[in-house]
Antibody, heavy 125, light 110 residues
Framework: QVQLVESGGGVVQPGRSLRLSCAAS????????MHWVRQAPGKGLEWVAV????????NYADSVKGRFTISRDNSHNTLDLHMNSLRREDTAIFYC??????????????????WGQGTLVTVSS | QSVLTQPPSASGTPGQRITISCSGS????????VFWYQQLPGTAPQLLVY???DRPSGAPDRFSVSKSGTSASLAISGLRSEDEGDYYC???????????FGGGTKLTVL
C-alpha cells in the first residue's frame, strides 16, 4: 500500500534552515507529482509546493517562494523540502502528499490523493 | 484568509443528511476538479471524494459531491458519530499555479 513517511522536523530558531524528507513506498514514485502541504497549530491546510514526476517543474506558494525549495530523488524514492530563512509563522505540521497525476498544468484533472502522517516544525527562539 | 470559502462549522443528528458548501472562483472551482478531504481529530487528512463522485478504495458512498459554476458542495447522508471531524475542499488554481484549500468545516454530530 502507499506509504509516505516524513522526517526532519524539530525546533529551529528564526532565520535558520531545516530540511524535511519524505520516504515513499508502495507505488512507482517516479510516476507521480508530489506536494508539500502544511497546517499551523489549530489552523487549516495550506499548500506549500508541488514538483512534477521528473522534477523539471516546480511551483510554490507565495508565502514560501524564494525561501523554500522542493526536490526529489527518483532513484531513492524520496521527496525533500529545503527551508531557509524560517519565520515563526512557518510553525506547522508539514505533510508530504502524492498527486493523482504525474504532472500539473492549468486545468489538469489531478489533485492530492494520499497524505503522509506529517512532521512538526517549530520555529522559536 | 483562504482562497476557497467554507462555513466554519456544521452540525447534524445521527441519520440526518447535511451539506457543506465550498465557494471559489473561475480560476479554481470554475475550471478544475474539486477534491474533499476528511481530517479526524489528531490524524492526517484523507481523501474522501473527488471529481465526479470518484472515491478512493474504502470510502463510503454516504459521501457525495456536486458542483455548479464556481461553487461545490459535499453531502453526507446517514450521519454517524464517527463522521465528526474537519472537512476541507480543494482545487487547483490556474492563476496561482497551485492547490488552494478552503478554511475547513468542523462537523459536529449531536
Amino acid at each position: 500500500q502507499v506509504q509516505l513517511v516524513e522526517s526532519g522536523g524539530g525546533v529551529v530558531q528564526p532565520g535558520r534552515s531545516l530540511r524535511l524528507s519524505c520516504a515513499a513506498s508502495g507505488f512507482t514514485f517516479s510516476s507521480y507529482a508530489m506536494h508539500w502541504v502544511r497546517q499551523a497549530p489549530g489552523k487549516g491546510l495550506e499548500w506549500v509546493a508541488v514538483i512534477s514526476y521528473d522534477g523539471r517543474k516546480k511551483n510554490y506558494a507565495d508565502s514560501v517562494k524564494g525561501r523554500f525549495t522542493i526536490s526529489r530523488d527518483n532513484s531513492h524514492n524520496t521527496l525533500d523540502l529545503h527551508m531557509n530563512s524560517l519565520r515563526r509563522e512557518d510553525t506547522a505540521i508539514f505533510y508530504c502528499a502524492r498527486d493523482l497525476a504525474s504532472d500539473f498544468w492549468s486545468g489538469y484533472p489531478g489533485g492530492i490523493n494520499f497524505w503522509g502522517q506529517g512532521t512538526l516544525v517549530t520555529v522559536s527562539s | 484568509q483562504s482562497v476557497l470559502t467554507q462555513p466554519p462549522s456544521a452540525s447534524g443528528t445521527p441519520g440526518q443528511r447535511i451539506t457543506i458548501s465550498c465557494s471559489g472562483s473561475s480560476s479554481n472551482i470554475g475550471s478544475n476538479y474539486v477534491f474533499w478531504y476528511q481530517q479526524l481529530p489528531g490524524t492526517a487528512p484523507q481523501l474522501l471524494v473527488y471529481r465526479n463522485n470518484d472515491r478512493p478504495s474504502g470510502a463510503p458512498d454516504r459521501f457525495s459531491v456536486s458542483k455548479s459554476g464556481t461553487s461545490a458542495s459535499l453531502a453526507i447522508s446517514g450521519l454517524r458519530s464517527e463522521d465528526e471531524g474537519d472537512y476541507y475542499c480543494a482545487a487547483w488554481d490556474d492563476s496561482l499555479g497551485g492547490q488552494v484549500f478552503g478554511g475547513g468545516t468542523k462537523l459536529t454530530v449531536l
